[in-house]
């Protein structure tokens, strides 16, 4: 059972964020698997992984070659062999996969009230079914850690 992280974004938007915690996902030997219910996001997301510093290998779902992608952008299920989920654009994550996930990686934008509430909502319902989780915040330009909640399942 791995960890769930949520981000929330107050100074940085998701596509200066994305890459960067994508990287350290390939840099440690994962599978990610990005998730969202907006396919305009994940065609956004596409176009700006492709231009990206360093280069980020990645495929949208839906293609012959899905199994080799180091990074699967879906607005579906996470690929079965996905280390990391990474859901975006208040996509949800359910208690089995976020259980079965070495990480998950939840992140909202803090100018969006419908996304802050989405993500507590999230919180609320990860947490209490007794999964790890640890609460990250952009707030003053540096990322700090806010809370935690340890696992009790």
């Given at each position: 059972m791995?960890?769930?992280?949520f ?6 938007t998701?596509?200066?964020t ?21 396919v305009?996001?994940?065609?956004r ?14 495929g949208?779902a ?8 180091p990074?699967?952008?879906?607005s579906?299920n ?16 359910e ?5 079965s ?6 992140l ?8 802050v509430?989405?993500?507590?909502g999230?919180?609320?319902q ?8 640890q609460?990250?915040?952009?707030e003053?330009?540096?990322?700090q ?6 696992a009790?399942?």
């Amino acid at each position: 059972m791995g960890d769930i992280y949520f981000y929330h974004l107050t100074e940085q938007t998701l596509e200066a964020t994305l890459p960067m915690l994508l990287q350290k996902s390939l840099a440690a030997g994962w599978r990610v698997a990005v998730r969202s219910g907006d396919v305009a996001l994940i065609e956004r997301l596409d176009a700006s992984l492709w231009l990206a510093e360093g280069f980020l290998p990645h495929g949208i779902a839906g293609g012959p070659y899905d199994a080799d992608q180091p990074i699967l952008l879906t607005s579906g299920n996470a690929a079965s062999d996905a280390n990391c989920l990474m859901a975006i654009g208040q996509a949800k994550v359910e208690y089995d996969e976020a259980k079965s996930a070495d990480r998950v990686c939840i992140l909202f934008d803090g100018a969006d009230s419908t996304a802050v509430d989405f993500a507590r909502g999230q919180w609320r319902q990860l947490t209490d079914a007794g999964l790890a989780a640890q609460y990250w915040s952009d707030e003053g330009g540096r990322w700090q850690k806010k809370a935690e909640s340890a696992a009790t399942a």
